[in-house]
């Protein structure tokens, strides 16, 4: 069975949409201040080991865990849903510009925007 990981095209298409999202949410005035004090290199390769386990590519995820790693953005910044929106939306018109079809990027977002996430996200 193909993973959705390797249906996007593995590694290289990860890092180089982990890489052009990023680019869109430090220009989105929605969400970019969330990212003021953080140490972007970092983020990307956080976010590539996320998405390569999240996308079936890695049977493990070392990193922290959602509600972790958001709890600060929710206490001390207020991140909220429409915060979650943006990011999705913007991950969403990454990979349309990657040319990843309907179908992918359905099977993304369903992943990306499922409830158990978002609920972790916003330590609800």
């Known amino acids: 069975m193909t993973t959705l990981y390797e249906k996007l095209g593995g590694k290289d298409a990860v890092d180089i949409a982990v890489d052009k999202f990023y680019g869109y949410v ?3 005035e929605r969400i970019k201040h969330f990212f003021d004090k953080v140490d972007m290199e970092k983020q990307r ?3 590539k080991a996320f998405l390569t386990y999240a996308f079936g590519g890695a ?3 070392d990193g922290k865990m959602m509600r972790e790693a958001h709890k600060h953005l929710v206490e001390e910044m207020g991140l909220k849903v429409e915060h979650f929106d943006a990011v ?3 991950l969403v018109k990454t990979l349309k510009e990657l040319g990843i079809s309907d179908e ?3 099977e993304v ?3 990306a925007a499922a409830p158990e996430h978002k609920k972790d996200v916003l330590n609800w």
């Open 26 to 28: 430090l220009n989105d």
């Open 45 to 47: 390769g956080h976010q």
């Open 59 to 61: 049977s493990h995820y």
């Open 88 to 90: 999705v939306e913007n």
């Open 104 to 106: 992918l990027i359905q």
């Open 109 to 111: 977002g369903a992943i």
